[in-house]
T-cell receptor
Framework: NAGVTQTPKFRILKIGQSMTLQCTQD?????MYWYRQDPGMGLKLIYY???????DKGEVPNGYNVSRSTTEDFPLRLELAAPSQTSVYFC???????????FGPGTRLLVL | DQQVKQNSPSLSVQEGRISILNCDYT??????FLWYKKYPAEGPTFLIS?????DKNEDGRFTVFLNKSAKHLSLHIVPSQPGDSAVYFC???????????FGTGTSLTVIP
């Protein structure tokens, strides 16, 4: 049981490039989340999903897109990378909306 | 606007003593609160939760207190151990939403 896995661990992007951050969970959780954590700040919710085919915006969705075609996977897409997107990105999953969230190890992204 | 605030960025405590981490919130609709612990280069891990119908919840060395009138919660760790050294985040959620709002974290150092 691997829990929540994220790839890559670290990536450097040039301004304007695009990339997809991968997130997979093997706990059969319905809910999945993407957060970003900037230095000295708390986690901010980017997008979340309550089940396959259903996604919704969080606090800071601009510049990102998500899809949820399966229960297990919840990729996060950056279309035109900007320096403001330099951050650590965490994916999480939970059984329900008020349940404990289990986090992946994070992806550190640097946009130059 | 930060709805969940942790005003102490850091805290140092001697091993064996009590650690008290504080968290304040502004949204009176928050009804569920959690504490997460985070080690460097890892994702946050769930520690303890409390619902707004309670004012205290205990789990081993960890106790969370909720004061709804003051919009304040605190995490007590007794006795503190060096392995407790980590960043602690509080998070809050309001019905009917599925979003959790995180504080900025408090870095706890337990000195042997």
């Amino acid at each position: 049981n691997a829990g929540v896995t994220q790839t890559p661990k670290f990536r450097i992007l040039k301004i304007g490039q695009s990339m997809t951050l991968q997130c997979t969970q093997d706990m059969n959780h319905n809910y999945m989340y993407w957060y970003r954590q900037d230095p000295g700040m708390g986690l901010k919710l980017i997008y979340y999903s309550v089940g396959a085919g259903i996604t919704d915006k969080g606090e800071v969705p601009n510049g990102y897109n998500v899809s949820r075609s399966t229960t297990e996977d919840f990729p996060l897409r950056l279309e035109l990378a900007a320096p403001s997107q330099t951050s650590v990105y965490f994916c999480a999953s939970s059984r329900g909306g008020k349940e404990t969230q289990y986090f992946g190890p994070g992806t550190r992204l640097l946009v130059l | 606007d930060q709805q969940v605030k942790q005003n102490s960025p850091s805290l140092s405590v001697q091993e064996g003593r009590i650690s008290i981490l504080n968290c304040d919130y502004t949204n009176s609709m928050f009804d569920y609160f959690l504490w997460y612990k985070k080690y460097p280069a890892e994702g946050p891990t769930f520690l303890i939760s409390i619902s707004s119908i309670k004012d205290k919840n205990e789990d081993g060395r960890f106790t969370v207190f909720l004061n709804k009138s003051a919009k304040h919660l605190s995490l007590h760790i007794v006795p503190s151990q060096p392995g407790d050294s980590a960043v602690y985040f509080c998070a809050a959620s309001a019905l009917p939403g599925n979003q959790f709002y995180f504080g900025t974290g408090t870095s706890l150092t337990v000195i042997p």
